[in-house]
């Protein structure tokens, strides 16, 4: 049984910087990928950021490359979204999710967390 869980979502400045975590269980071998993707209100969903576990792999969206890392603490299988220099744009409900071919798709997972929120905001 997959299981996601996302945390670390806060209200912050504008240029200020916060990690969200996403701890996942279940998982039967470490053939899978866990993606970051956010959804601001009024928008569709958009892809983050992906790691690999099973090719060992990061995909970034390019407009985030550089202001957002991902990481992963394999010993527990959490997965860190580190965002810096944030804006209001960044507002967001952000989810992480796993995809068992460790394919990092753009949408198609396999499990989905509950979300955390960020707001950025003056």
């Known amino acids: 049984q997959l299981q996601l869980v996302e945390s670390g979502g806060d209200l912050v400045h504008p240029g200020g910087s916060l990690r969200l975590s996403c701890a996942a269980s279940?998982?039967?071998?470490?053939?899978?990928?866990i993606g970051w993707f956010r959804q601001a209100p009024g928008k569709e969903r958009e892809a983050v950021s992906c790691?690999?576990?099973?090719?060992?792999?990061?995909r970034h969206a390019p407009s985030l490359r550089g202001r957002f890392v991902i990481t992963r603490d394999s010993a527990t299988n959490t997965i860190y979204l580190q965002m810096n220099n944030l804006e209001p744009d960044d507002t967001a409900n952000y989810f992480c999710?796993?995809?068992?071919?460790?394919?990092?798709?753009?949408?198609?997972?396999?499990?989905w967390g509950q979300g955390t929120r960020v707001t950025v905001s003056s």
């Open positions: 790691i690999s576990f099973r090719f060992q792999t990061i």
């Open positions: 279940g998982f039967t071998n470490d053939d899978f990928a």
């Open positions: 999710a796993a995809e068992l071919d460790g394919n990092c798709p753009l949408a198609r997972y396999d499990a």
